[in-house]
């Protein structure tokens, strides 16, 4: 796919993700290839402000047409390292998918000795037509996911 339709893709799901969190006040990456896509804070607990990042994908599929996702443990780990150097951020892995379902991964909640890290050949790119390589990944069964409706 070339990098207009990237663009587009990664546009509408950043949209349809900052619609349904429209209370928080949400920071757009500057960078489309940064590890992470949108930023805000939240209050945690009521007495301070708490940073959060969020690294969005919008799929091609329903949300019921697969079972797990899959994170390249890479991200996995730069989304984690971009949290601790921000104090100690939350990391959310937010799937958008055709029939307005999100998944939402809370990435702090995943212990990796509880889910498949494993080498898959997958598309060198998450967009277009592709050559295959392999990828060390993280599988995030959705039963750990938050699922909602999104309007």
Do not use: C
Not at 60 to 88: C, H, M, P, W
Not at 111 to 117: K, P, R, S, Y
């Amino acid at each position: 796919m070339d990098s207009n339709r990237f663009s587009e893709a990664e546009k509408k799901g950043r949209e349809k993700i900052v619609m349904s969190l429209h209370k928080y006040q949400l920071v757009e990456s500057a960078n489309p290839y940064e590890v992470w896509d949108l930023s805000g804070t939240t209050s945690k607990f009521g007495y301070k402000d708490w940073p959060f990042f969020i690294e969005v994908k919008s799929r091609t599929v329903k949300s019921t047409d697969y079972t797990t996702a899959y994170l390249e443990y890479d991200k996995f780990k730069r989304l984690i390292e971009v949290a601790d150097n921000n104090g100690q951020a939350t990391v959310f892995y937010i799937m958008y998918f055709t029939d307005n379902i999100s998944m939402i991964f809370n990435l702090r909640n995943i212990n990796l000795t509880d889910v498949g890290i494993k080498m898959q050949s997958l598309p060198s790119t998450t967009m277009g037509e592709t050559t295959n390589v392999d990828k060390l990944i993280v599988e995030l069964p959705y039963r750990l996911a938050q699922k909602r409706k999104i309007k």
